[in-house]
């Protein structure tokens, strides 16, 4: 396979320098995408690259989609609005490590394992999004217990719905590729079942592990629930829960990696 790592590193940056230029991105992400964006071009080829966009861009467009309906419960999050450095590797450091591995062992499992990654954190940035504007209150998904939006672990029917759309969206950007490449469609339809699959399973242990061993912060002044040390009114939190390692990044990560081994093991069952 032929490597071309400037076409990849021109090509990212241009379109990182707009995401940029839409605040989608701060200066640290700016860098994370080009990074991601040059391994996955030069190593898993343009098919790879165009899922990691499908969920830039949706995922981009959603965060500003209402978002000042989404201010009050998104004093919540560790982090919102353009992404850093960090939370670009979180979402798409895997799939650039996955895309380097196909170029090296070829096997359909790469591409499995991929698809699964990608459908997860867009399942993941669906569900947050969307679910947040839901009219009814989240449930947690460990007890059902009503909780406030914006909570850790909590789900919504519309949060739900919308990781499940998500998933579908990237299995059916990644069928349309390949039937760019070789129109046998029925050899195709499995990567959709894999991302429909992967994504979803893959965005409820996120909210497991968020209702669970995330940690969590209490601001004493505000009287509220965060997952930042530091809250948004400026003062330093205390800490309430959950392991001091595992922050959202950390659970995005994580949940990232059951979805490509998810998507792996049913690219090995159909795919051969």
């Not at 560790?78 to 196909?102: H, Y």
């Amino acid at each position: 396979m032929e490597v071309n790592i400037g076409l990849g590193f021109l090509i990212s940056a241009l379109i990182a320098a707009a995401g940029y230029k839409k605040r989608a991105l701060t200066p640290g992400g700016f860098w994370g995408a080009v990074l991601i964006g040059t391994l996955i071009i030069s190593f898993g080829g343009w098919l790879w690259f165009a899922l990691m966009l499908v969920f830039f861009v949706s995922s981009s467009l959603l965060t500003r989609y209402r978002r000042e309906e989404k201010k009050t419960a998104g004093q919540k999050f560790a982090k919102g609005g353009p992404r850093d450095f960090i939370q670009t590797l979180a979402n798409g450091g895997l799939g650039a490590v996955l895309a380097v591995l196909s170029s090296i062992f070829s096997s359909p499992l790469w591409f499995g394992a991929y698809v699964g990654a990608m459908a997860t954190v867009n399942a993941d940035t669906w569900a947050t999004e969307l679910g947040i504007l839901s009219r009814r209150l989240p449930r947690l998904i460990i007890n059902g217990a009503q909780v406030p939006p914006g909570t850790s672990g909590g789900i919504t029917r519309v949060g739900f719905l919308a990781s499940v759309s998500a998933s579908l969206l990237i299995g059916m950007a990644a069928v349309t590729g390949l039937l760019i490449k070789t129109a046998a469609l029925h050899s195709h339809l499995w990567i959709a079942g894999a991302a429909l699959i992967s994504g979803t399973l893959g965005g409820l242990l996120d909210s497991l592990l968020g209702a669970t061993g995330q940690v969590m912060y209490y601001c004493e002044k505000c009287r509220e629930e965060t997952e930042a040390p530091v809250h948004s009114c400026g003062r330093h939190a205390l800490q309430i829960r959950g392991k001091n390692w595992l922050n959202n990044d950390g659970v995005n990560l994580i949940s990232s990696v059951f979805g490509a081994g998810l998507g792996a093991l049913l690219a090995i069952f159909w795919a051969g």
